[in-house]
């Protein structure tokens, strides 16, 4: 009876040391096969230096760390638009000084058409500079000089 009340003990020590050493990657999917392949193409969409989105993602939150910021690290979400087209995210909260702050990395993706575009501004930094959208206002930007510099201008 002893034997038995030890090995069960013991069994249960080691399932209970597996289960808490196990890293679990949370990630919060609809019920809907389409979602898992929307999570693929951000994480492994090409990043502005190299390597993936997910390992640029994985390297900024580590030099954070080891900076000494407390954060937290939210799981990645998946959110149908419509059909073939998901918003992809991810929050991350640092402690400041004064009060947390929270940065929204997120993506809009369509499967079927196989394309990624950067919706929040702390996705961009990610990114590669050809994957970002245009400027706000961008065709009412003027390329000639206005008369009132010329008029203005020293020398």
């Not at 890293?23 to 096969?33: A, R, S």
């Not at 930094?125 to 009132?148: A, T």
């Amino acid at each position: 009876m002893n034997i038995l009340v030890f090995v069960l003990l013991l069994a249960s020590c080691v399932g209970l040391w597996l289960y808490s050493t196990t890293p679990t990657q949370k990630v919060y999917l609809p019920d809907d096969p389409q979602a898992q392949v929307a999570l693929d193409l951000v994480k492994h969409h090409a990043a502005r230096k190299q390597g993936t989105v997910a390992e640029a993602l994985a390297l900024m939150l580590d030099q954070l760390r080891q900076e000494g910021v407390t954060l937290h690290e939210g799981e990645w979400r998946v959110a149908s638009q419509g059909e073939d087209t998901y918003v992809v995210s991810k929050i991350v909260r640092e402690k400041g000084s004064m009060e947390w702050i929270e940065r929204e990395f997120a993506w809009r993706v369509n499967v079927k058409e196989r394309w990624v575009k950067v919706i929040s501004l702390a996705a961009q930094g990610l990114m590669p500079f050809e994957n970002l959208p245009p400027l706000p206002h961008g065709s009412e930007i003027s390329r000639s000089v206005s008369p009132l510099w010329t008029a203005t201008r020293l020398g």
